[in-house]
């Protein structure tokens, strides 16, 4: 199933991702595409925030991956952006952290090509003008019901 959403504003983009915060199931895959600044780590900001996570988000560009644990799930946000190629998750141990029970969010999915489960969400953010277009496509349609 697939749904489009215009986002307005950066506000508007955070909202969308609180709006998962409570509907993804723990374990969910969620893949996040777009050019660079289309609002992939605003979103992830919008679901954290949702579940009481009051840092700062940064896109883990240099890092590859942050990990949060909040109420209870535990919580990784993955930047696929600087791999030379998909055998470096090899090296990392990629296939320990998509264990069924951790809900991940990927950046750049495709660069991970191969190597990566089946997204439950995708997420494609597209610039617009000052605000944002997000196409989403997900394996359960109840994920995308109800969603503004």
């Known amino acids: 199933m697939e749904t489009g959403l215009h986002l307005e504003n950066e506000a508007a983009t955070e909202s969308l991702g609180a709006s ?9 895959v969620v893949f ?16 954290l925030r949702e579940l009481g996570y009051p840092g700062a988000v940064k896109s883990p560009t240099y890092t590859l991956v942050e990990s949060y644990l909040l109420e209870g799930r535990r919580i990784l946000h993955f930047d696929l952006y600087r791999l030379a190629g998909p055998e470096e998750l090899e090296y990392m141990g990629i296939r320990d952290y998509f264990d ?16 990566l489960p089946a997204a439950d969400l995708t997420i494609h953010l597209f610039h617009r003008g000052e605000g944002r277009t997000a196409r989403l ?12």
Not at 100 to 115: A, H, K, M
Not at 137 to 148: I, W
């Open 32 to 47: 996040l595409r777009g050019e660079l600044g289309a609002g992939k780590t605003t979103l992830v900001r919008g679901f």
């Open 100 to 115: 069924g029970s951790t809900t991940c969010f990927v950046e750049w999915p495709e660069r991970g090509e191969g190597l």
């Open 137 to 148: 496509s997900a394996s359960e349609p109840s994920l995308l019901e109800n969603l503004s």
């Open 20 to 28: 998962l915060a409570h509907r993804l199931p723990a374990g969910s």
